[in-house]
């Protein structure tokens, strides 16, 4: 199966500032890699991905780079607003017969201090 | 509106009490999970539909069993939970398995 770690658990920055959260997996099988944001009471919503046969992504203030020989992704968020504050999550996903099974990091709680 | 409806939104019970978990996704996806979330642990993914293959993660005790009578639709049966099932369960859809998922806003289960 698949292990993915995930630093820092809590992230405080001011607004403006920019934010890297890192994930590492252990499964080189591994080909896609979410980012979800989770504010409270709902549930987490995709913001970002990436597949193993790209390096990096971006979309407006949020990038995700992807380094599969060290097997290790990261979330960026520039510019940061207090809107951003909330839980992000990593995740692998590895094939597992006719599907594709996804393991989570443990979180980062992202805190913009306006 | 996320698309993915899930009901109830609160449920307390009893550990000897049978209730059932429903979510419905309006998506037209093709893949269904069933995640359970606890507090200071990674989301832990508990089963996956995806066309007709149900995939568990066999650390589920028996005492949640899923049903997904179609593509639409996807319950999680519980019978005689213990105190440490009390979390957040939420439910997901995807196009097909290994595509981005749409989560609803999950169901939080208390048991006394």
């Known amino acids: 199966g698949e292990n993915v770690e995930q630093h820092p658990s809590t992230l405080s920055v001011q607004e403006g500032d920019s934010a890297v959260i890192k994930c590492t997996y252990s499964d080189s099988a591994s080909n896609y890699f979410p980012w979800y944001k989770q504010e409270l009471g709902k549930g987490p919503q995709l913001i970002i991905d990436?597949?193993?046969?790209?390096g990096e992504k971006k979309d407006q203030r949020i990038a995700v780079t992807l380094n599969k020989t060290a097997k290790h992704f990261s979330l960026h968020i520039t510019e940061t607003q207090p809107e951003d504050s909330a839980v992000y999550f990593c995740a692998a996903s590895y094939r597992s017969g006719g599907s594709y099974i996804p393991t989570f990091g443990r979180g980062t709680s992202l805190i913009v201090h306006p | 509106e996320t698309g993915v409806t899930q009901t109830p939104r609160h449920l307390v019970m009893g550990m000897t009490n049978k209730k059932s978990l429903k979510c419905e996704q309006h998506l037209g996806h093709n893949a269904m999970y069933w995640y359970k979330q606890s507090a200071k642990k990674p989301l832990e993914l508990m089963f996956v539909?995806?066309?007709?293959?149900?995939?568990e993660n066999n650390s589920v005790p028996s005492r949640f069993s899923p049903e997904c009578p179609n593509s639409s639709h996807l319950f999680l049966h519980l019978h005689t939970l213990q105190p440490e099932d009390s979390a957040l369960y939420l439910c997901?859809?995807?196009?097909?398995?290994?595509?981005?998922?749409?989560f609803g806003d999950g169901t939080r289960l208390s048991i006394l």
């Open positions: 990436i597949r193993s046969n790209v």
């Open positions: 539909y995806s066309l007709e293959e149900r995939v």
């Open positions: 997901a859809s995807s196009q097909e398995s290994g595509q981005p998922q749409h």
